[in-house]
């Protein structure tokens, strides 16, 4: 079983700042079979990258996403209120696996 | 568009069943598998395994093995978890969502269906 490790566990910002997120995988994740999910209180995750870096239409580009070996990165350029959520990472690579996921809550 | 409609609320007795359906709409229901997601009360996400209609296939998430069955009716285009032997521990919200790419039993999810929270206690 692939292990995603997130961090940090929370992070406190204020609208308009930067913000990465992290994702570390125990071992490869072939082809970038990596996926970040955005959930907010009672509502189910939404799909914003799949394929480590590939956008979902519809998505602001103020998010993006990375790769570098086994770590994997969610970048939010400037954030806006509507970003203050829990992320998710997911791995496909192989059974899939969740991150235990990064809080993201204003400053 | 494409949509995941799952069925209401449910509140069982420790040791008995519940089934959860998941409705698909807006897609050709056969090519797409579905998963099954649970999400324990302010915990993360787990998958629990999936169904591929096209193939009739399953794949069961270890732990969930043998107390899970997944089912799906091309008919009416809908998936159903059924779990048995009920805890406590699997008081959580029930998410289906769709796998990403035709013929795969897992892949990036989207979309999801709006979660069924069971709540098993005596």
């Known amino acids: 079983e692939i292990v995603l490790t997130q961090s940090p566990d929370t992070l406190s910002l204020s609208p308009g700042e930067r913000v990465t997120l992290s994702c570390r995988a125990s071992q490869s994740v072939t082809n970038n079979y990596l996926a970040w999910y955005q959930q907010k209180p009672g509502q189910a995750p939404r799909l914003l990258i799949y394929g480590a870096s590939s956008r979902v239409t519809g998505v602001p580009d103020r998010f993006s996403g990375s790769e570098s070996d086994t770590d994997f990165t969610l970048t939010i350029s400037r954030l806006e209120p509507e970003d203050f959520a829990v992320y998710y990472c997911q791995q496909y690579s192989t059974s899939p696996t969740f991150g235990q996921g990064t809080r993201l809550e204003i400053k | 568009q494409v949509q995941l409609v799952q069925s209401g609320a449910e509140v069982k007795k420790p040791g008995s069943s519940v089934k959860v359906s998941c409705k698909a709409s807006?897609?050709?229901?056969?090519?797409?598998?579905i998963s099954w997601v649970r999400q324990a009360p302010g915990q993360g996400l787990e998958w629990m395994g999936g169904?591929?209609?096209?193939?009739?296939?399953?794949e069961y998430a270890q732990k969930f093995q043998g107390r899970v069955t997944f089912t799906a009716d091309e008919s009416t285009s809908t998936a159903y978890l059924e779990m048995s032997s009920l805890k406590s521990e699997d008081t959580a919200v029930y998410f289906c969502?769709?796998?990403?790419?035709?013929?795969?039993?897992?892949?990036?999810?989207?979309?999801w269906g709006q979660g069924t929270l069971v709540t098993v206690s005596s």
């Open positions: 807006g897609y050709v229901f056969r090519n797409y598998a």
């Open positions: 169904i591929n209609p096209l193939f009739n296939r399953r």
């Open positions: 969502a769709r796998a990403n790419a035709p013929a795969a039993i897992w892949n990036w999810f989207d979309p």
